[in-house]
């Protein structure tokens, strides 16, 4: 998944208690997403209702610093949502909406709405709007000098050399990724 965050914050249920997810409707096409329900593992914010009708959205995917449940849908829409766990217990009457499009914490990573979350295989990344340009520039140089290096060592050249030729160490600090290594 790839998108734009579209950030939402749960607290604690009030009395009466708010909505779980009626923002589901205002995020925008190619959005992605992102739920702090404050780390919780006893209540879900994510379930089949909602996968049907991001997906009905064409929304990227789903984030979320929590559980979900009901998975066997997102596999079978191939719609990917990235949470701590899944199991069953909703938040209804639980957890409520705190607050839309506002910074969060997923993790210990701060998220402002309209950064770029991007999710694969292997986990997710999050690059802040105004380190974005940087952070891609650092990544494109990187994987350029990743293939150079491949080519090298299939050409014969021991792994140490060729990522000394190639600088790739000198590629990964914090100051070629503008902060954000």
């Known amino acids: 998944m790839a998108g734009r965050a579209f950030t939402i914050l ?33 209540v879900t914010v994510w379930g089949d209702i909602m996968t049907e ?10 984030l979320i610093d929590g559980i979900c449940r009901d998975t066997a849908l997102c596999r079978e829409l191939g719609y990917p949502v990235f949470s701590r766990d899944h199991w069953m217990r909703t938040g209804k009457d639980r957890v409520q909406v705190e607050g839309t499009n506002v910074p969060v914490t997923i993790g210990d ?39 150079r290096i491949r080519e090298a060592v299939r050409g014969g050249m021991r792994l140490d050399e060729a990522r000394r030729l190639f600088r790739y160490h000198e590629l990964q600090t914090r100051e070629r990724a503008g902060g954000a290594a």
């Open 10 to 42: 749960y607290g604690p249920a009030a009395n009466p208690a708010g909505t779980v997810g009626d923002f589901i409707d205002d995020v925008p096409p190619g959005a992605v997403i992102v739920l702090d329900n404050g780390c919780r593992d006893t």
């Open 53 to 62: 009708v991001a997906h009905r959205g064409k929304i990227a995917g789903t």
């Open 109 to 147: 990573v701060r998220v402002a709405p309209g950064d770029l979350v991007r999710g694969d295989a292997d986990g997710v990344v999050v690059l802040p709007h105004e380190h974005e340009a940087a952070v891609l520039d650092a990544a494109e140089a990187i994987e350029a000098a990743e293939n």
